[in-house]
């Protein structure tokens, strides 16, 4: 299972020491070395100074990476003014606030991978991913946002993706309601799904409904895609949506009603084409559903993280868990 994001809020400069001991102790859990903990220190602190500085305040959110690289992904987000020249921005000495200019040139240097997305008017989103107990290249093709409803303690959703070298696949669960018991049903549809990755996402679906059973139960969506044959599959029961982005307009894709684990009358898999530099999203009902890119030009193509934090920044509902998943083909290095 993906980790669920640790959302700090930073609007004002007490909450930026905060933010930073709460990054540091996501590293600490991961066994980070001393220096790499200095250096997510660092990261943070920067990030989050900006956040109230630049971006009139905003929000950091954190997630463990986990697999063959494990590391730390750190996004903040703001609804600030905007960049008009990121490239201007990231050379040290360059500032609008009256500050000596270092912060995003040293978190540039600093982290294994740096991205960052804005638009005059439609504020920033800022991705730093560093490494943790060795080294690496951390893979881009897919990168989610998984926050829990304010006042809980644990998220009610949960997601998890899985490549098999010739296509990719996404599992997004949604657990009935909010809290621990909603938790346990996400999860078990996520150790459902990893026990189960190679099969056909109906067959996943199926398996999934019976161990659901003495859970809440869940939505639960299955987003694949086959690059090479031009083709992506969604299998979905219940609210979790997901939508196609690529030149044209965004094609919204197609479940069934029901929650696994209890009311399951139908499982179907629908076919879609698939064209390259295609993004694929998918959804909880935390988020709403009329979401738009109009505003944001160049974020489709952007690293996942960067788009599913705007999504998230500025389509959440803010009554109810939310998670945002996004993937493509991984681009060239």
């Keep these: 299972m993906e980790s669920a994001s640790l959302a700090l809020p930073v609007h004002d400069p007490s909450q930026i020491g905060t933010a930073r001991r709460a990054a540091v102790e996501v590293a600490d859990r991961l066994g980070a070395s001393e220096s790499e903990g200095g250096n997510v220190a660092l990261v943070a602190t920067e990030l989050a100074t900006n956040l109230v500085r630049h971006g009139g305040g905003g929000e950091l959110l954190v997630r463990t990476l986990m697999g063959a690289v494990a590391g730390i992904e750190i996004l903040a987000i703001d609804r600030g003014p905007g960049m008009v020249n990121v490239e201007q921005a990231l050379r040290d000495g360059f500032s609008t606030g009256g500050t000596s200019g270092h912060g ?37 093709i897919v990168a989610g946002v998984c926050v829990a409803k304010h006042g809980e303690s644990v998220c009610g959703d949960a997601w998890a993706w899985v490549s098999h070298g010739d296509r990719w696949t996404v599992l997004v669960a949604d657990g009935l309601g909010h809290g621990l018991q909603a938790a346990t049903a996400a999860q078990e549809a996520v150790r459902v799904f990893r026990e189960h990755a190679a099969a056909a996402a109906a067959d996943i679906l199926d398996a999934a409904h019976s161990a659901l059973r003495p859970t809440r139960g869940a939505a639960i969506g299955i987003a694949e ?13 219940g609210n979790i949506g997901a939508t196609i982005l690529s030149g044209g307009a965004p094609r919204n894709l197609v479940s069934h009603a029901g929650i696994v684990g209890h009311e399951c009358r139908k499982i179907q898999t629908f076919s ?53 998943v996004a993937g493509r083909e991984e681009r060239a290095a």
């Design 104 to 140: 995003l040139g040293a978190v540039q240097r600093i982290a294994d991978r740096c991205e960052i997305f804005s638009a005059p008017g439609a504020g920033t989103a800022v991705m730093a991913r560093l490494h943790v107990r060795g080294q690496g290249r951390s893979s881009d």
């Design 225 to 237: 895609v086959h690059p090479a044959r031009g083709e992506a599959t969604f299998t979905g029961v």
């Design 272 to 324: 879609y084409p698939w064209s390259e530099g295609a993004v694929m999203v998918v959804y909880s009902d935390g988020l709403q559903t009329r979401w738009t890119l109009d505003r944001y030009p160049g974020l489709r193509t952007s690293d996942p993280a960067l788009l599913a934090a705007v999504l998230y920044r500025d389509f959440a509902r803010g009554r109810d868990d939310v998670t945002v």
